[in-house]
């Protein structure tokens, strides 16, 4: 297929790979609509480009140590959970999470990061293996799923690798929280129709992965309810230079939006607002 031999050019970004890929979501589609996703899946690689690199800023240590009592908190995941397109580590998912928990739950947070950019759900068990067989988190925040979609890893594959990952960490004694799929909608530099193509296959996984989620006892945020809309109405403040990873602002949004969930999963609130899902309840929204 057309999509093979884009994927093997080692000049192409993870993210043009990944848009390339995102194309050949509408297999089923004549020959000339392949050949329209195919030359825009070109240009959203062109507009893209790779401007942030591949390493996000380092944001793991102890936070607001005078606060005492530390909050163990892991992510783990892709791009987004690792923090690409921040400009400082405090910037970061993971940064904004640990300052956020340090405030509402009034302790320290010892943060560790085991997403890797450009990770697939299938990537999670490495990044689990990578951690030390004694560390125990309090709580794990995952988000993962937009790389599973570019590169055409179908849905149950997907929830079957995040079911052992929640599995796992459950087993550690670990509370989860699982922010499903972002809407791939709200890419403005992937034209129309490859767009719409993206944001249904999104949705349609993290649909599966809030259900796949609550049924393990994970905790789940919608990410494409909760902040999905800042990003569609507000691009130019949400993405990073290069338009496909959040900005220091837009994890900002994130991380302030998931903060509610991780939160309950600490005992901190009981309450959880629309976009947010607890085992056995369904959440509110």
């Known amino acids: 297929m057309w999509f093979t031999g884009v994927v093997a050019s080692k000049h192409l970004t993870r993210a043009g790979v990944a848009l390339a890929v995102l194309g050949s979501v509408a297999g089923g589609t004549a020959y000339?609509?392949?050949?329209?996703?195919?030359r825009q899946a070109a240009q959203a690689r062109r507009r893209i480009g790779k401007p942030l690199g591949?390493?996000?800023p380092a944001a793991d240590r102890h936070w607001k140590k005078?606060?005492?009592?530390p909050v163990d908190l892991l992510l783990l995941g892709d791009s987004v959970a690792a923090g690409l397109g921040a400009e400082k580590p405090k910037h970061t998912l993971g940064g904004r999470l640990a300052r956020g928990i340090a405030v509402g739950a009034e302790r320290s947070v010892r943060l560790r990061t085991a997403a890797v950019v450009g990770s697939e759900s299938s990537m999670l068990a490495a990044q689990l293996a990578s951690l030390p067989p004694a560390y125990r988190p309090d709580v794990a925040v995952i988000?993962?799923?937009?790389?599973d979609v570019t590169h055409r890893v179908p849905v149950a594959e997907s929830v079957r690798h995040l079911a052992a990952a929640i599995d796992e960490l459950r087993a550690r004694g670990a509370?989860?929280?699982v922010g499903t799929c972002p809407d791939l909608g709200a890419l403005r530099p992937v034209p129309q129709p490859l767009r719409a193509l993206g944001s249904r296959a999104s949705r349609q996984l993290a649909d599966a992965q809030r259900v796949v989620a609550l049924d393990r006892g994970a905790r789940v945020v919608s990410l494409a309810h909760v902040v999905g809309p800042f990003f569609i109405t507000n691009p130019d403040e949400m993405f990073s230079l290069d338009r496909f990873h959040p900005s220091a602002h837009g994890y900002k949004r994130t991380a302030k939006a998931m903060l509610p969930?991780?939160?309950?999963?600490?005992?901190?609130?009981?309450?959880v607002p629309f976009g947010h899902h607890a085992p056995g309840v369904g959440g509110s929204g």
């Open 32 to 38: 000339g609509a392949r050949e329209l996703l195919h």
């Open 54 to 56: 591949e390493q996000a």
């Open 66 to 69: 005078r606060y005492g009592a």
């Open 143 to 147: 988000v993962v799923g937009g790389n």
């Open 175 to 177: 509370e989860v929280v």
């Open 261 to 271: 969930s991780v939160l309950a999963a600490l005992g901190v609130v009981g309450e």
